[in-house]
């Protein structure tokens, strides 16, 4: 399966230099660009950016401020941030570099020599992927972790509150699994882990973040879904998991799953949020499992 393009956001005044880096760029990258200061942070809130290519002299805000807000920023400080700009003084390329860019580079540029300057830097952006999910994903499924997935859930959940947007949460257990387990044996039961993980996240909307938090406790967080379509869904994941069939030789079985669904109260911390949903979650098995609860 093919890697997606790394998405590449370009801050320039200039429609000419927006242009000529986009093309230069746009087989190895998805190319993003705003001619202001302020259009940054929008795109920023809009999807994962692996890369800014920023000019210092923008029409409203300095290039300089913006990198050192991005610095000082714990969600966007990771992000290499390129300076190509005309400042070509020594002062200026020291105080870009001192801010935490990765790179300073003047115009005029040399096409060729900046491709490779910039292919160069996302290899490392890549690598630093990689290390990333090595630490942070779970090796059967490639979900995040039950780490990953309480720093998600504080965050997003703050950034939801913040700009008054809804976040919803499901998580859900397959029933009696440990059971299974042992009568399947591992391997058995670790392919329909990943079954079931990959016939799920095809059904997911592409806001969501999808984690396993356990052995067969999973969940899913829902930014910008209220909780009747929060419910919905999860109503409908219980069917698909319900009505898939698994093989064991020549024998074949079923699986059922509960689910716990909640949508966060105005200034609910993240923890009473998690806390709320697991008690639903655990009020379905205690109804009987294979069903979906609502807190």
């Known amino acids: 399966m093919s890697q997606p393009k790394p998405a590449i956001l370009i801050a320039d005044g200039s429609p000419e230099n927006i242009h000529l880096l986009a093309d230069l760029l746009a087989d190895v990258a998805r190319i993003l660009f705003t001619r202001t200061g302020r259009g940054v942070y929008p795109l920023l809130g809009q999807q994962t950016i692996d890369m800014i290519l920023l000019e210092a002299n923008l029409p409203d805000i300095s290039g300089f401020e913006i990198c050192q807000r991005l610095m000082n920023d714990r969600h966007h400080q990771h992000i290499p941030i390129l300076f190509i700009t005309s400042r070509d003084g020594p002062e200026d390329q020291n105080l870009g570099l001192s801010l935490g860019a990765m790179d300073y580079i003047t115009k005029p540029i040399a096409p060729v020599s900046l491709r490779y300057r910039i292919l160069n830097h996302l290899k490392q952006v890549h690598l630093r992927h990689e290390l990333t999910a090595l630490i942070t994903r779970d090796p059967l499924t490639g979900l995040g972790h039950r780490k990953l997935f309480f720093e998600q859930l504080a965050s997003e ?56 938090l356990g052995d067969d406790e999973f969940a899913v967080l829902l930014p910008d879904i209220g909780l009747d379509s929060s419910r919905l869904l999860a109503e409908h994941l219980r069917l698909s998991i ?32 998690h806390l709320r949903v697991d008690a639903a979650l655990q009020t379905a098995k205690k109804k009987g499992r294979n069903r979906v609860d609502v807190a």
Do not use: W
């Open 242 to 273: 319900q009505e898939n069939q698994h093989a064991t030789g020549t024998d074949s079985f079923m699986l059922t799953a509960c689910f716990g669904v909640a949508t966060a109260y105005p200034g609910e911390v993240y923890s009473n949020f």
């Open 157 to 212: 959940l703050a950034t939801c509150q913040r700009q008054q947007r809804q976040c919803s949460l499901v998580v859900f257990d397959l029933d009696h699994f440990k059971r299974i387990n042992r009568s399947v044996g591992g391997m058995v039961a670790d392919s329909v882990l990943i079954q079931i993980t990959r016939m799920i996240q095809e059904q997911l909307p592409t806001s969501a973040r999808f984690y396993r």
